[in-house]
């Protein structure tokens, strides 16, 4: 499996530790395609409205706790092989979760002196906004964040105001797939593991796509099931279960892969990174 997050007795933090993650950038650069889109069914789906319900309870209980025990951030943490310091400190946990942000923009090419600096974001799914301040600071960008929380909303804009950033950073209850913005407001679009809440695959990256402007970046960090072999039409049924074991843990729809997100958004004619060119045709 890739990026499987590893599953933790109630309530799970969502800020476990995995090394690989999928990081899908593209830019929009062309008119949106008319190609149809896929469309990825789940074995038990639960209806919409539901699922939203569900999502938004399950936040609005749980983030208080979260809050306490990871921080600002709800997402996982990037780990580096390579460094000295791979302890499992708290911590150590903490500094992964802001190098996934920083691995993740450089990843983008939003890091390089001659980069571009975002100055309008929207951070899609924020939880409590912890990306939205990091990245509001970093760049000195005005940054909307949307999630289906209530609870998470109100508390993102506190803690905006009790940091001195109320003029840069907003936040409010909205749904990813229908948002409350017009076309092409963004020069950065940023979803931080919120994508695999999304019941309608193609819904949320034509949604992402339009609230980009041309030669915005947008960047998905997001759970994906592994890509799968040209001779296989669906996981096998001991990875399925699995999967379904996390759906239920966490509010999930069906789960796609990488290779399924790189074809959604090259259907939009948005280019894709250059390690997704190279590695998912
Ligand atoms: N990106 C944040 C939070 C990740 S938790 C971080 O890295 O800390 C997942 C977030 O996605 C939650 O805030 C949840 O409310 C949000 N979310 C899930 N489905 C959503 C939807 N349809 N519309 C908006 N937000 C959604």
Redesign the pocket.
């Known amino acids: 499996m890739t990026s499987l997050p590893f599953l933790l007795s109630p309530p799970p933090p ?2 476990l530790h995995h090394r690989r993650r999928r990081r899908l950038f593209s830019s929009p650069s062309c008119p949106r395609s008319r190609t149809p889109l896929l469309a990825m069914a789940s074995s038990s789906p639960r209806p919409p409205q539901e699922l ?1 319900q569900g ?2 309870d399950f ?1 609005d209980q749980s ?1 208080g706790l979260w809050e306490q025990i990871w921080g ?4 996982h943490g990037f780990y580096d092989s390579d460094a000295d310091d791979v302890s499992l400190s708290l911590s150590n946990h903490r500094s992964a ?1 802001i190098r996934m942000i920083e691995e993740s923009l450089r990843f983008a090419s939003l890091l390089g002196p001659e980069s571009k600096r975002p100055k309008r974001i929207v ?9 939205s301040r990091y990245l509001a600071r970093k760049f000195a960008a005005q940054c909307c964040g ?4 209530p609870v ?1 909303a109100q508390r993102a804009n506190a803690l905006a105001a009790s940091e001195g950033l109320s003029d840069l950073v907003s936040f409010q209850v ?4 229908q948002q409350p913005f017009p076309d092409a407001e963004f020069d950065l679009v ?5 994508g695999e ?2 019941p309608d695959k193609p819904k ?1 990256v034509k949604e992402l796509a339009r609230v980009a402007a041309p030669g915005a970046t947008i960047i998905i960090v997001t759970w994906c099931h592994r890509d799968l072999t040209p001779s296989e039409d669906s996981l096998n049924p001991g990875e399925k279960e699995l999967l379904q074991k996390i759906c239920d843990a966490y509010f999930l729809p069906a789960w796609c892969s990488a290779a399924d997100y790189v074809r959604l958004l090259r259907s939009l004619s948005l280019q894709t990174g250059k390690y997704l060119s190279e590695n998912l045709r």
Do not use: N, P
């Not at 600002?72 to 997402?75: I, L, S, Y």
């Not at 949307?146 to 929380?149: D, H, P």
């Not at 940023?190 to 919120?194: A, K, N, R, V």
């Open positions: 969502r800020s939203r999502i938004a936040y983030s600002d951030h709800m997402h979760q951070d899609v799914g924020c939880g409590i906004g912890g990306s949307i999630t289906l929380s998470q909205a749904d990813a797939l940023w979803s931080m593991e919120s809440h999304m949320f």
